[in-house]
């Protein structure tokens, strides 16, 4: 058994226990054909995406992917109960977000399944996937995930995109981030009641 075998095997096994249905789904998938792995400087996997007429995007560092990860996971909303991750990856940044400094539920929302299984076969996320706090999203509905935040009763909520990835699929991290931006909104009108009166005040004054 190969390196990136025995990673996929360690993930997969506890991703069987945790979420037996996602593994089912993501088993025996595989990646687009324009998704290639290779090795950073620093010798961790990184991956990146052939798009249209050539351009290849880079979805972590070329040199030294936990590195940069841990600059990433330093943006992170440090005041939110619950945080989400946008775009998964190879898994780097949510390991850095949960490893520095979040002791709270956390989300993660991944729009690629087959980016999720390089993951798995790439980069050991035993730690995370096993934490009770991490809560996993692979190709979900808004709707979904909204009916698990309902469940959570999250607090103050925050999130974290991680660019790379998300722009790759602004079609469905769109409708995620306005569903968070709206639960981040009525967190505020629920914990500052006199922000809720003033634009109560100014809805009558503009449209009656």
């Known amino acids: 058994m190969n390196e990136a075998d025995h990673i996929y095997e360690e993930n997969m096994q506890v991703l069987t226990a ?6 089912d789904r993501v088993r025996g998938h595989r990646a687009e054909l324009s998704w290639e792995m290779f090795p950073a400087r620093n010798g961790q996997v990184t991956a990146r995406k052939v ?14 992917p936990e590195k940069a990860a841990l600059r990433w996971a330093g943006l992170a909303p440090r005041d939110a109960d619950t945080l989400a991750v946008l775009g ?12 520095m400094h979040h002791d709270g539920p956390l ?3 991944e729009a690629d399944r087959g980016l999720f299984h390089l993951a798995l076969r790439s980069v050991p996320l035993t730690s995370l996937l096993n934490d009770p706090r991490t809560h996993l999203f692979v190709q979900e509905s808004s709707d979904s995930i909204e009916e698990f935040l309902d469940d959570l009763n999250p607090g103050s909520l925050g999130y974290l995109p991680y660019f790379p990835v998300t722009d790759l699929y602004p079609e469905y991290y769109g409708p995620v981030r306005d569903l968070l931006e709206k639960r981040i909104f009525e967190c505020r009108l629920r914990d500052e009641p006199a922000l809720g009166r003033e634009i109560g005040e100014l809805l009558q004054e503009t449209i009656g």
């Open 107 to 109: 989300v993660i929302i």
């Open 51 to 64: 798009l249209e007429e050539g351009l290849v995007r880079h979805i972590h560092s070329r040199y030294d």
């Open 88 to 99: 998964f990856g190879l898994g780097y940044h949510a390991v850095a977000v949960r490893r």
């Open 18 to 23: 945790r979420w037996p249905l996602l593994a």
